[in-house]
């Protein structure tokens, strides 16, 4: 993790001072992009497996946390982070790329002072990525559950990105929503929202109901918010619908977080996160290719129904092992 947010702190460093020096280009934007996104991904996985470390006593103590981490995340990138960012844009260009970076050199500071009085585990054989990538999927395909939960979270990522790559066009269209450009921001304001409201809510749903229930739950939300947004033409009901996609969202990630760590070995776990998410968020830019594909065949409307009718179908075939399963009860 600290090597990660160093990294990221000192490419965007990098790309901070050729803002001064005018020597911005498309090459350094591309390696830029490549080393944030590539340190996210290896900052994830070895957060969730601190996380894991952190709270082994206790399922409702890492319920609360990945919780916890689920609203910052939300509400620091959808909510907080996009006007803060063009705000800053707009007084300096520099300042918000300044500002990043500093955040990453913080993040680190925050993990290096992190004590533990858990022993260290012994060193494990080294092995090419190659490797380690087919065992983390070996192992992902072979476990029901958790097979079952990455193919469902990847049929509702790509659903909700075929919806979304069509709901600005179907929001300013004068036969869907007729918003005009600056409403369409209290759209994404509201899935924001209910994203964070849904955090501390999350530990005690998966108290009451279970893992598989709120699984099972969620996507029943998620199969309706594009149809129900599809039939109204009132910005109202179109936000409601996406604070419920909101609160849905940040229920599964909690929810699927919490399931991994609980039910892969711990040598295992961050190989398991990186496979996991390769099925899960790797279906989100097919889906948009998908949402294109759908908008030139059948209309916008057509799109966001499609998107629904899609997840319910897939629902419907792996939902019923999954509420069969003990272990996520």
């Known amino acids: 993790m600290i090597v990660s947010d160093l990294g990221r702190a000192g490419v965007i460093a990098a790309l901070v001072l050729a803002f001064f020096t005018e020597s911005v280009s498309v090459p350094l934007l591309a390696v830029t992009a490549f080393v944030v996104v590539t340190g996210s991904i290896f900052h994830g996985a070895a957060q969730q497996s601190l996380v894991a470390d952190l709270t082994d006593e206790s399922d409702a103590v890492r319920d609360s946390m990945n919780a916890r981490m689920s609203t910052l995340d939300v509400g620091g990138a959808s909510l907080a982070g996009p006007p803060t960012g063009s705000a800053a844009f707009a007084a300096f260009t520099w300042l918000p790329f300044l500002a990043d970076a500093l955040s990453f050199a913080f993040s680190s500071a925050c993990v290096l002072a992190i004590r533990t009085d858990q022993k260290q585990p012994p060193a494990a054989p080294r092995e090419s990525v190659r490797s380690a990538i087919r065992i983390g999927v070996a192992f992902l395909m072979r476990h029901r559950e958790l097979r079952t939960l990455a193919v469902l979270t990847g049929a509702a990522n790509l659903t909700t990105n075929c919806a979304f790559v069509v709901l600005v066009l179907y929001a300013s269209d004068p036969v869907g929503l007729n918003l005009k450009p ?37 996507l029943l939300t998620r199969t309706l918010v594009w149809p129900a ?3 109204t033409h009132e910005p109202v009901v179109a936000a409601l619908a996406l604070m419920a996609a909101g609160l849905a969202s940040t229920f599964v990630t909690v929810t699927v977080t919490s399931a991994r760590q609980k039910l ?50 897939v629902s419907a075939l792996l939902l019923p092992r999954l509420l069969r399963s003990e272990t996520l009860r």
């Open 229 to 231: 947004i599809a039939i």
């Open 264 to 313: 892969s070995p711990r040598p295992m776990l961050g190989r398991v996160v990186t496979a996991f998410r390769t099925i899960g968020n790797g279906a989100a830019p097919v889906g948009a290719l998908l949402g294109g594909i759908l908008a030139e065949l059948v209309g916008l409307r057509g799109t966001l129904v499609s998107a629904g009718v899609l997840l319910a179908v």
């Open 182 to 218: 600056a409403q369409y921001g209290f759209l994404l304001t509201a899935l924001a929202i209910g994203g964070v409201v849904a955090g501390p809510l999350a530990p005690r749903l998966l108290a009451r109901w279970g893992a598989s229930r709120v699984v099972g739950a969620t």
